[in-house]
């Protein structure tokens, strides 16, 4: 049975679906002013491992992430660039959808925009009054009341007044508590704006999701994701959004992927290790990073850097190249020892790490006995986790265009390094290997013959 850690238990759970066979997940996406970074990178890539093995396991996925096309950065950004925010929103829209297909993230099966549910913002932001947990502020904007909502903190784990520490009341914002956050704002020279109960204004970033959720999931779903930067505040105030209109539960189990770091020290433009998914992919094949992505499990940290790509992409070329020397058979798969090791990491709360471990012994194996039914399986188990579906000869060719080493220098190195073997001349033979491996490319000794790939 899959095992799910859940951000709000604190704990591995066995994930039992509220309809069985179903499984409805929401995620949140991006804020759309600007191009998308690593730390997008891995959301997309995390979510969309969990979505293909959840369908993969026989499960009816109704996968939903969400895009915030209405906020304070985009309304700044958009007047700095003297342009309509819809143009802004609309250029950054499809720019994500091409680093997403980029990096073989398969679409949601909805991709709600925020502009497109302020009326049942409104109806929440009511509801929510009605029960006494929300009030118009001094500044005109509808607050949230945290102190009325009993079970605020239990995602974060803290009290009230542990959450509070650190915390100031903004007196301009007129709160009565410093935790409690902005359902609706009120309107502002030259900002979009909506009419309300409240007066025209525009909706807070926090009830975007707890409204687009309940319209496509209902008002009670399986699963909730994010970056870990989420957990508190957003999920948090989600939680008490929804929960304080509904009554009853909002999500069975949150699922929150690690920080993504550089060189150990954490991304931000101020540090200038910022970096966009296009700058990346100007360097490294798209796959590569997928793959780099997937092999970190998806709630450790992700330290980012060349020397880990540079690993990443000679590892992949390893599995790509065994796919090479052995064409896989369009055959039956047995359910083997493998397929049942794959299986164990992955209900493992998505081990992908031991997943990945698995595609290497295979590997190994399709090398030693030239199977191609073993070949098969790996590009399978591989396509759980959206890899290894590429051509292998033309993945190896592309990964070596930025080498000074043309295959055809190689290959006569090779001949004349099993010519020296033939003839017992070892210390050649080890000199040629040393030679190449100098230059970036590993040789490896097969039934089949020696076949090479470029670190």
């Known amino acids: 049975m899959l095992k799910i850690y859940n951000s709000l238990t604190r704990s591995k759970q066995d994930f039992i679906p509220i309809e069985p066979g179903k499984v409805r997940m929401y995620v949140c996406g991006m804020t759309v002013y600007d191009y998308c970074h690593l730390g997008h990178a891995r959301v997309l890539v995390v979510f969309d491992m969990v979505q293909r093995w959840l369908k993969a396991s026989g499960l009816d996925v109704t996968y939903v992430r969400n895009i915030t096309d209405i906020d304070d ?18 250029r950054f829209i499809a720019a994500m959808d091409e680093d997403a297909a980029r990096l073989g993230v398969e679409k949601p099966g909805y991709e709600p925009r925020a502009t497109q549910y302020v009326p049942g913002m409104i109806a929440m932001i009511r509801a929510l009054m009605d029960k006494g947990l929300a009030y118009v502020a001094d500044s005109g904007d509808v607050c ?23 915390e100031r009341v903004g007196v301009a914002e007129g709160k009565r ?3 409690d956050f902005v359902l609706w704002k009120s309107a502002k020279p030259g900002e979009p704006q909506w009419d309300s109960p409240w007066g025209a204004g525009r909706p807070g970033w926090h009830i975007e999701c707890s409204v687009m959720s309940d319209a496509l999931l209902g008002e009670h779903f399986d699963i909730h994701g994010g970056g870990a930067d989420l957990q508190f505040p957003h999920h948090e105030n989600e939680i008490a959004q929804s929960e304080g209109t509904h009554g009853h539960q909002h999500v069975n189990y949150w699922i929150h992927n690690g920080f993504v770091r550089v060189d150990n020290e954490k991304m931000s433009k101020s540090l200038g290790n910022f970096f966009t998914i296009r700058e990346v992919l100007e360097r490294y094949d798209a796959e590569v990073l997928r793959f780099f992505i997937l092999r970190a499990h998806y709630r450790s940290p992700l330290n980012y850097s060349d020397q880990h790509l540079d690993d990443a992409k000679g590892a992949l070329t390893r599995l790509y190249t065994a796919l090479k020397n052995v064409p896989p058979e369009d055959i039956s798969i047995a359910d083997n020892s493998y397929a049942a090791a794959f299986r164990a990491a992955m209900e493992d709360d998505f081990n992908t790490p031991e997943a990945v471990a698995v595609l290497f012994d295979l590997a190994g194996e399709v090398n030693k006995t030239g199977d191609p ?19 292998a000869g033309a993945f190896l ?12 220098h190689i290959e006569r190195l090779i001949a004349e390094r099993v010519t020296a073997k033939k003839a017992k001349n070892f210390t050649e033979a080890d000199r040629i290997r040393k030679e190449l491996l100098d230059a970036g490319i590993v040789l490896e000794d097969t039934p089949q013959g020696t076949v090479w790939r470029r670190m």
Do not use: M, W
């Not at 950065?73 to 609309?90: M, Q």
């Not at 060719?397 to 055809?408: C, I, K, L, P, W």
């Open 373 to 391: 039914q073993l070949a098969a399986q790996l590009k399978s188990l591989g396509g759980a986790l959206g890899l290894l579906q590429r051509d």
């Open 73 to 90: 950065k985009i309304i700044k950004r958009a007047a700095e660039n003297h342009e309509p925010i819809d143009a802004l929103t609309g």
């Open 144 to 166: 949230y009341s945290v102190h009325d909502f009993p079970g605020y903190g239990k995602l974060s784990g803290k009290s009230l007044d542990d959450l509070r520490a650190g």
């Open 397 to 408: 060719q592309g990964s070596a265009t930025d080498s000074a080493v043309d295959a055809g």
């Open 177 to 179: 508590d410093p935790l």
